[in-house]
């Protein structure tokens, strides 16, 4: 039940941008599937069956890595990608130093990095070379997606399934605005 209902709360946050479960999806993450050969048939069939092209970012991620996840783009053009941030910001910074842009038709709908930070040039990089807005999404392996940005960049909370705290350095709760540490 639990496993459902994360995954209900970050389709929910997808299907603001126009992307629902099911849509083709590019993913850079650090676990292998696209390519490697010990992935077990089990592991890759359910990433296809879910339309997931996944590729591990987190070992040779050099200028052949980036050209073919680039070329896979290009081919699958899935309506969303997911990535760690600096996987995100790396193949975008070296998308942008080929001058590769991708067309109108090649675009997808949702760009979205969770697990480390971009900071506002990379997203901007990122935004130019993919054509699309680059959002946020905060997670924990723990509990799923906790928190997603929207179309006005702002960040929702799935309070159904999550309760956050914002506390200041000493544990006391901060307040509305406050800036705290999220726990």
Not at 14 to 40: F, H, K, T, Y
Not at 80 to 108: C, H, Q
Not at 132 to 158: F, L
């Amino acid at each position: 039940l639990h496993a459902a209902w994360f995954e209900a709360c970050l389709w929910r946050g997808r299907e603001w941008w126009g992307v629902n479960r099911g849509d083709r999806q590019l993913i850079m993450w650090a676990r292998p599937v696209e390519g490697s050969r010990n992935v077990d048939l089990q592991t890759w069939l359910k990433y296809r069956l879910r339309n997931c092209f996944q590729f591990n970012t987190f070992e040779q991620f050099d200028d052949g890595k980036a050209e073919f996840i680039v070329s896979e783009l290009r081919r699958v053009r899935p309506l969303m990608i997911y990535s760690y941030g600096s996987s995100l910001a790396r193949l975008t910074d070296w998308m942008a130093s080929k001058s590769i842009l991708l067309g109108e038709r090649e675009r997808p709908k949702l760009v979205q990095y969770t697990a480390d930070h971009m900071n506002d040039k990379e997203r901007e990089v990122g935004a130019k070379v993919l054509g699309v807005p680059i959002t946020s999404q905060y997670a924990a392996s723990e509990c799923g997606g906790i928190a997603q940005e929207c179309q006005e960049r702002g960040m929702h909370v799935s309070v159904d399934h999550a309760l956050l705290e914002f506390l200041r350095p000493d544990g006391t709760p901060a307040n509305v605005g406050e800036v705290g540490e999220i726990v």
